[in-house]
């Protein structure tokens, strides 16, 4: 027959199986804890260093298309003057370098096995 495991224990006994209790719900807490840091600061490690850098990459890419859409749109207008051209012809290079730049970026970044966070 089960009864109240606390019944035939002295009250000493009973303040030190709730304080073994306490300590051991405060232990699995902690490990819990820990575990979740741990995994925590390798995901944030992964994200600082493979994918920011190459997210910053790739909007160098992004940026530098779009000011070469808009260097191009600009250049099909008929009154503009030859320095006006010239300007952007030369934003249209810097555009090309800045998207060269990017992709070099994104390349050297290192890659990582996509694991489920």
Do not use: H
Not at 26 to 41: C, K, P
């Amino acid at each position: 027959m089960v009864n109240n495991v606390f019944k035939d224990q002295s009250l000493r006994g009973r303040i030190k199986t709730a304080f073994n209790f306490m300590g051991a719900l405060v232990l699995i807490v902690a490990l819990v804890g820990n575990i979740s840091t741990i995994r925590l600061s390798g995901n944030i490690d992964t994200l600082s260093n493979n994918s920011l850098p190459s997210l910053v990459g790739l909007w160098k890419v992004n940026e530098g298309q779009t000011q070469i859409e808009s260097s191009e749109r600009a250049l099909l207008v008929a009154g503009l003057t030859a320095p006006e051209r010239q300007a952007e012809l030369e934003r249209i290079k810097k555009a090309w370098n800045q998207i060269d730049e990017g992709f070099k970026q994104y390349e050297a970044t290192p890659r990582t096995e996509c694991d489920s966070l």
